[in-house]
């Protein structure tokens, strides 16, 4: 029996062999101590690589967010932010629920907000109004497609805070992806926001991880935030030591990860009743509409799945996929194989 392609996120990543190895030979400390040097080396290593002053480990992309946001603001304070935003849709309220503060979204095209935009919603000083204290970003933007943030109005939003005494993050989980894309480097990116958070846990392939960067002071309020979520994880070496294996080994090939998902897409492209935005596939998402009358997203995803091709249905008539490191050349040609005989009874 064939094994199913599964396509539905590449958080579905599992840790290769040299990683399983690099894991179990971890040299470890007590975390909370300050004393795990391979956590300390993970931290320094992607602090460097992102240009900030230092950085913190924590287990996943969320946490990495919500303790930037508590460590950025206070409660009552309004982050604003781009409509379609994980923080916004996919991390449970925390923002409310755990800093006591309300978004304010705004709608992008592909995920893209502009400073433009952003001017007019900037609070001005009245008791009546929430304090506007930060403006948060992703790149690349997981709901519009894995779209890539330009960074000429990263700047440009960055210049804006600067002017406002505002602070901005970056939710850069796949900003590995967007680095690799467009041959800008981490740094770069990362100036033009105070914290960044990234994942080792998706295309990286790591089991678990994420991390937040910023100057020293931003990650010593953050390091307390990590403690208040019980984020302090001791022996956290054995963890750190994926996280490490996959910045060191894993980057560069998600150039193959992009190549893969843009032939998916332009298969999906020349098939009847699906309709795709090929200028918004620019990394390792996507996303297209499924538009025949005679089958809905959720349908088409399930004949799919039957037929060994796992998606995921993002609405009734759109579906996601994600191409990660688990999918080679071959994958592609029977998951085109498997569109070409579900769209047949279109």
Same mark, same amino acid.
């Given at each position: ?8 996120? $590449?958080?579905? %990543? ?5 990683? &399983?190895?690099? *894991? ?13 040097? #391979? ?5 320094? #290593? ?18 990495? +967010? ?17 409509? +379609?935003? !994980? ?9 409310? /629920? ?7 979204? /705004?709608?992008?095209?592909?995920? @893209? *907000? ?20 930060? *403006?948060? *970003?992703?790149? %690349?933007?997981? &709901?519009?497609?894995? %779209?890539?943030?330009?960074? =000429? ?5 960055? =210049? ?8 901005? !993050?970056? $939710?850069?989980?796949?900003?590995? +992806?967007?680095? @690799? ?14 914290? @960044?958070s990234v994942c080792f846990s998706k295309g990286l392939g790591a089991p678990v991880g994420s991390m937040i960067a910023g100057s020293k002071e931003f990650i010593r309020r953050a390091h307390r935030y990590r403690k208040v979520y ?19 080994? +894993?980057? !560069? &090939? ?47 995803? $399930? ?12 609405? %009734?008539?759109? @579906?996601? /996929? ?5 999918? #080679?050349?071959? $994958?592609?040609?029977? #998951? ?11």
């Amino acid at each position: 029996m064939k094994r199913s392609i599964d396509l539905r996120s $590449d958080t579905v %990543t599992q840790p290769l062999p040299e990683m &399983r190895e690099a *894991i179990a030979h971890a040299v470890v400390g007590d975390d909370v101590f300050g004393e795990d040097p #391979t956590v300390n080396d993970l931290q320094e #290593t992607v602090a460097a690589l992102l240009g900030k002053e230092a950085g913190l480990f924590v287990v996943s992309g969320t946490m990495a +967010n919500q303790v930037a946001i508590n460590a950025h603001t206070q409660p009552g304070d309004e982050v604003i932010c781009e409509y +379609n935003a !994980h923080i916004f849709n996919y991390e449970g309220g925390a923002p409310a /629920l755990l800093s006591g503060v309300q978004l304010h979204p /705004l709608p992008g095209v592909h995920g @893209v *907000i502009t400073a433009e935009q952003i001017e007019p919603v900037i609070r001005p000083f009245d008791h009546h109004y929430p304090h506007t204290q930060l *403006i948060a *970003i992703e790149n %690349t933007h997981n &709901r519009a497609g894995g %779209t890539i943030f330009p960074i =000429e109005e990263m700047k440009k939003i960055y =210049e804006l805070a600067q002017k406002y005494g505002l602070a901005v !993050h970056l $939710d850069g989980a796949r900003l590995w +992806n967007a680095s @690799v894309a467009t041959h800008i480097p981490l740094a770069e990116y990362a100036k033009y926001a105070d914290s @960044v958070s990234v994942c080792f846990s998706k295309g990286l392939g790591a089991p678990v991880g994420s991390m937040i960067a910023g100057s020293k002071e931003f990650i010593r309020r953050a390091h307390r935030y990590r403690k208040v979520y019980g984020g302090g994880m001791r022996q956290a070496g054995i963890l750190a030591a994926g996280a490490l294996y996959a910045v060191k080994n +894993n980057v !560069h &090939r998600l150039a193959e990860d992009h190549a893969r998902a843009g032939r998916l897409a332009a298969a999906l492209a020349a098939f009847d009743g699906i309709r795709i935005d090929l200028k918004a596939v620019q990394t390792n998402i996507v996303i297209f509409e499924v538009i025949s009358q005679k089958i809905s997203a959720p349908e088409f995803v $399930d004949r799919c799945g039957e037929a060994g091709v796992l998606m995921l249905a993002i609405g %009734t008539n759109r @579906v996601r /996929l994600v191409v990660h490191l688990h999918i #080679t050349d071959a $994958d592609v040609e029977r #998951t085109i194989a498997v569109f070409k005989q579900v769209s047949a009874d279109f």
